[in-house]
């Protein structure tokens, strides 16, 4: 997995928002969809480094793009 530093959730979506993605759903977690791809941010502070790590892989950015995201 990707190193990614921990951030707080609500940031995590700003992020995934600014690269095309939308929220389908929430809950417990925050689902986020941008057509082709579906990830789920769990919604606590801060997300730890292995999940966002784990987040960014599946939403198909590089660790590098989603920190310029950030």
Known sequence: MPRIPGIPHLRAVKALERAGFQVARQGKHIVMTD????????????????????IVQDAGLTPRRFRELL
């Not at 579906?38 to 480094?49: K, Q």
């Open 35 to 54: 057509g082709r791809r579906i990830v789920t941010i769990p919604r606590h502070d801060p997300v730890d480094s292995f999940t966002m790590g784990g």
